[in-house]
């Protein structure tokens, strides 16, 4: 058994792991079992020939992205997805492929058609696809749309960032102590005074 941990700053997000069927006693009854997690797994799953272009992908993939698998069969990312980070997403991809190294979270951003006028935020994972002799077969990889974790990071922290601000400037004490420069017009009452 192979795992691939998928972590961020908050933690743990789940762990992809991938079995030899061949050792498995329960395969050849669970077919079916091992079939359904695929198509109806809740993140987005793809899976890319050697040439980078589609041969699958589950249905949450399709859900993401506004396309159908049946519009991606035999394109490339940066056909079926252009104004979703392709440089990127693509050059990940050709780096697992080529290393068979698997690659660990990594997000990128873009637009796609389920929703052409707002940018997303997706989390991604890759790694190579061999056969029982080694033979390389494609790439896969796995997407979850991160837009709404994402949004409400950016404004916790802009409210953080606020009220660092605002909460010193608030403080009468504080702003009382602070250079005349500090203040509005360069340290100058409304009556063009020096402040005191």
Avoid at 17 to 46: Q, Y
Avoid at 124 to 129: N, S
Wanted: with cysteine; glycine share 12%.
């Amino acid at each position: 058994m192979y795992g691939l941990p998928l972590a961020t700053a908050g933690g743990l997000l789940w762990n992809l792991s991938a079995v030899d069927l061949a050792d498995t006693p329960w395969w050849s009854r669970s077919h079916a079992a091992v079939e359904r997690f695929l198509k109806d797994a809740p993140f987005g799953i793809g899976v890319l020939d050697t040439d980078l272009k589609f041969v699958w992908t589950n249905g949450a993939m399709d859900r993401m992205s506004g396309v159908p698998l049946a519009d991606r069969i035999g394109r490339s990312v940066e056909d079926v997805l252009p104004r979703l980070a392709p440089g990127l997403l693509a050059d990940e991809l050709r780096r697992v492929l080529s290393t068979g190294e698997a690659r660990g979270l990594f997000e990128y951003r873009g637009y796609v058609p389920a929703d052409p006028d707002r940018m997303h935020a997706f989390s991604a994972t890759a790694l190579r696809l061999e056969d029982s002799d080694g033979r390389v077969l494609g790439v896969c990889y796995t997407g979850v749309d991160i837009t709404e974790r994402r949004r409400t990071k950016e404004r916790m922290d802009l409210l953080t960032d606020s009220g660092k601000l605002i909460g010193t400037t608030l403080d009468l004490r504080h702003t009382g102590r602070r250079p005349p420069d500090d203040g509005p017009g360069g340290g100058r009452s409304p009556r063009g005074c020096a402040a005191q």
